[in-house]
């Protein structure tokens, strides 16, 4: 038998360093080729590492939330054969071995799903198993909420996931199969006094590094504008019927992505990036929207580049495009740089007012809120029309008060009067 090492690889573009967001495995199991090992976080995207042998998992070089460098011991792996470490070379010496009653502390963000060839442990024998008391299943904030909802300990539950992650059918079979008993089962008035502490590492780590550092560093402030959207929803149900079986559905994200264009042909100071440490101000001809969207591991902004050369369609396609590699963990890096302003929306849960935090280094960012019917005076009459706020915040330090609000009432006269879109 020989060792094999595997040493954190060099994910390119000059990065030094990553932060070990998650192992999949743990000293003792049994691993094939292609498994997916563990999950590292670089400052914007996670990557899987994945087994190149097959064998049986010795050493773990490191904790989660523990940032690495390049090149250093990640795993040791016994396999058959020479391995690729010299026999003199003890894998105790190269990484730390877990020890057998370390506590698990994993994050709770979920990491991206991954192929991985079932190991012979993992065999479902039906939905309980016996986990240690204080050992913490591998699951998702949904996941283990739905389970406290229904007064299942998540412990007794056998996962069918990758590397034992318990999902939500596992739940389901759980309680099927009558394995709930009243002991697991508490009041909605029984007194609770558990605690849970969940590290913060990984993508939710990267988030409030990144959030702390813009309120910190960026002079916020914010506007709120009032829009009717009357027209522009008219025009886009016109369009889906007359185009959406052939050209795909359009949402009201298209329309506002253009809007931001031809508005910002006036307010070129407000596409921008603002390097505060060489104090340089660089304005972009080109218009790369970031597009804020929520995935499972936690909020991130794939890009749409060149949004000024796209037509309605073709930004609908690269947004739903982006959303959906951004959700399912599969968006590259250069996928999620190089946004010179952000487009956020919580849909139809986006409240009346929100004050989104910028996106350094962009100067600005445009908030989307929820649209609501509402009557309104128009020329002595009231009528009811479709009402949406954009809430936007800006910094300071680069953009005037008085422009940020002119560059809102442009967004909100194109969106009034749609035509105005198109006309050059």
Known sequence: MGTHVIKMPDIGEGIAEVELSQWHVKVGDMVVEDQVLADVMTDKAMVDIPSPVHGKVIALGGQPGEVMAVGSVLISIEVEGAGNVKESAAPAAAVKEAPAAAPKAEPVVESKPAPVAPRPAAVCQGPMVAREADERPLASPAVRKHALDLGIQLRLVRGSGPAGRVLHEDLDAYLAQGQSNASSVSSAYAQRNDEEQIPVIGMRRKIAQRMQDATQ????????????????????????????????????????????????????????????????????????????????????????????????????????????????????????????????????LGGIVSTPVLNLPEVAIVGVNKIVERPMVIKGQIVVRKMMNLSSSFDHRVVDGMDAALFIQAIRGLLEQPATLFME
């Open 217 to 348: 560093r960026a002079a916020h402030f914010s506007y709120v504008e009032e829009i009717d959207v009357t027209a522009v929803e008219e025009l886009r149900a016109h369009l889906n019927e007359k185009h959406g079986a052939t050209r795909g559905k359009l949402t009201l994200l298209p329309f506002l992505v253009r809007a931001m264009v031809v508005a910002l042909r006036d307010f070129p100071q407000i596409n921008a990036r603002y390097d505060d440490e060489a104090q340089v101000i660089t304005r972009l001809g080109a218009v790369h929207v970031g597009i804020a969207t929520q995935a499972d591991i936690g909020l991130m902004v794939p890009v749409v580049r060149h949004a000024e050369a796209r037509s309605l369609w073709d930004s609908a396609a690269e947004i739903a495009r982006l959303a959906t590699a951004a959700r399912n963990g599969k968006a590259s890096r250069d996928e999620l740089s190089g946004s010179s302003i952000t487009l956020t929306s919580l849909g139809a």
